[in-house]
């Protein structure tokens, strides 16, 4: 399996941007497409974007779509999730993901590694 270490994540005000990155170790990145996901406290974790292999296709949830927005560098082995517009309903621990069969999938149960995650906090 490959090992995701994200980074990146911090406090900041509403309307204000972050970037995280995801950096991979362990096997060929490029046979992984990668995803987002975050969970609030008390809530489930929920699907963000996912990015294709070679980073030619995507896709976003709705509530986020049009303000983040996600992209790879397979010579770096690293995946970045661009964060604009924040609101403070974005505030939540995110998560990166890798999936070697399914590809652009919005199901966490299709992933099979997991990064430890990063804290993001919007504040109002």
């Known amino acids: 399996q490959v090992q995701l270490a994200e980074s990146g994540g911090g406090l900041v005000q509403a309307g204000g941007s972050l970037r995280l990155s995801c950096a991979a170790s362990?096997?060929?990145?490029?046979?992984?497409?990668m995803g987002w996901f975050r969970q609030a406290p008390g809530k489930e974790r929920e699907f963000v974007a996912t990015i294709s292999r070679s980073g030619g296709s995507i896709y976003y949830a709705d509530s986020v779509k049009g303000r983040f927005t996600i992209s790879r560098n397979n010579a770096r082995n690293t995946v970045y999730l661009q964060m604009n517009s924040l609101k403070p309903e974005d505030t939540a621990v995110y998560y990166c993901?890798?999936?070697?069969?399914?590809?652009?999938?919005?199901?966490?149960?299709?992933?099979?590694?997991w990064g430890q995650g990063t804290q993001v906090t919007v504040s109002s």
């Open positions: 362990g096997r060929t990145f490029n046979i992984y497409a």
């Open positions: 993901a890798a999936d070697q069969e399914y590809g652009l999938s919005s199901r966490r149960s299709d992933y099979e590694s």
